[in-house]
């Protein structure tokens, strides 16, 4: 929601950010398998696949964020195509998107001079970075997604007590905002850029 030059910068940044952590991904992470049972890993020479950036969160808040999509085939360095050893994707997922958060960081600093400050998350022990300056108010402002899961969940709390008389684990916590999360979701609206910067 900056001006033009900050928003390319921005924008940029977000790129460089995506083809370093598929990188990495293709450098530590992605591997083919072959044999009895897919036991054999084998390198690949890089993936093929496709990144949706959207703009905005499902209840229209400023949110730029990609999905990314990677073909479950991949050459090894022999030339044939295998199935990728998925099963490492889905243990590495949550560190590849850490690793974009952190990149991401590291260049909007560069080149944007950001400082970052650490803030407590709601839902969990380990903290989140915002950008320095900005202050609640407005970060509030741009986080509706957030506040409806956030009284869904605790809404879903008080019933979980009365139906059981005990607050919930820390575990069951996390599953009744998940649930809260996909009971709240809204359809995606899809809108262009120039039309949400108007």
């Known amino acids: 929601v900056g001006d033009e030059q900050t928003r390319e910068t921005i924008y940029a940044a977000h790129q460089e950010a995506i083809a370093w952590m598929i990188g990495f991904g293709e450098r530590e992470v992605f591997s083919s398998r072959s044999g009895t049972d897919g036991v054999l890993q084998e390198p690949i020479r890089g993936v093929i696949g496709a990144v949706y950036d959207h703009y905005d969160s499902r209840a229209n808040d400023p949110l730029l964020h990609a999905h990314v999509v990677i073909i479950n085939r991949a050459q090894g360095m022999d030339g044939v195509w295998r199935t ?3 099963r490492e994707i889905f243990r590495h997922t949550v560190l ?19 400082g970052w400050e650490e803030t407590p998350r709601l839902h969990s022990d380990v903290p989140m970075w915002e ?3 900005v202050g609640k108010a407005m970060v509030t402002e741009f986080s509706q997604r957030s506040q409806q899961i956030e009284d869904a969940k605790e809404m ?12 919930p684990t820390t575990a069951e916590i996390l599953r009744i905002r998940e649930k809260a999360a996909v009971n709240t979701r809204p359809d995606k609206t899809h809108h262009s850029l120039s039309a949400l910067v108007k």
């Open 84 to 86: 990728l050893d998925s």
């Open 96 to 114: 590849m998107s850490e690793l974009y958060n952190s990149c991401l960081s590291d260049i909007l600093t560069r080149d944007l001079g950001y």
């Open 131 to 133: 950008v320095e300056g």
């Open 156 to 167: 879903a709390l008080v019933k979980f007590v009365a139906d059981n008389g005990r607050m």
